[in-house]
């Protein structure tokens, strides 16, 4: 089985987990790692970021609570089904929009299109990075950040 596949069972077998796993697994600290990326990244109001493998959407929670407009995007639609009503619940659904299934190393926006990106424990599930690479420089205008937290 592709490599790309077995992430997508993997992660759709834990979607409904995953945020309890990852709060307890970590004792809360991934809410701290969420914040300090979001600081890190520049997000501010104004600014449009895509937040690739966002999964459920805690980063890209950290980015609208910053001011900035967020695309969510993730490879494993069960992931990404659970973002809306979170982003509700915590008020930043006017911030976070559409979320999109979206494949890191082929991303179906159009060029120069976000003041940053981030990647959040998202990089060591990609198969060909260099590929993802190109599509992130490809849809960051000029100056654009790029934020891998892994």
Known sequence: MPEGAQV???FSGIAGRYDLLNHVLSGGVDFYWWWRMARISGARAGSRFLDVAAG??????????????????????AMLRLGPAKF?????????????DADAQCLPFRNERFDGLTICYGIRNVEHRAKAYAEFLRVLKPGGQLTILE
Do not use: C, Y
């Open 8 to 10: 997508q069972r993997m």
């Open 56 to 77: 459920t959407g805690d980063s890209s929670l950290a980015l609208a609570r910053r001011g900035a407009d967020v695309v969510s995007t993730d490879f494993t639609h």
């Open 88 to 100: 509700r619940r915590k008020g930043q659904a006017e911030r976070i929009f559409a979320s999109a």
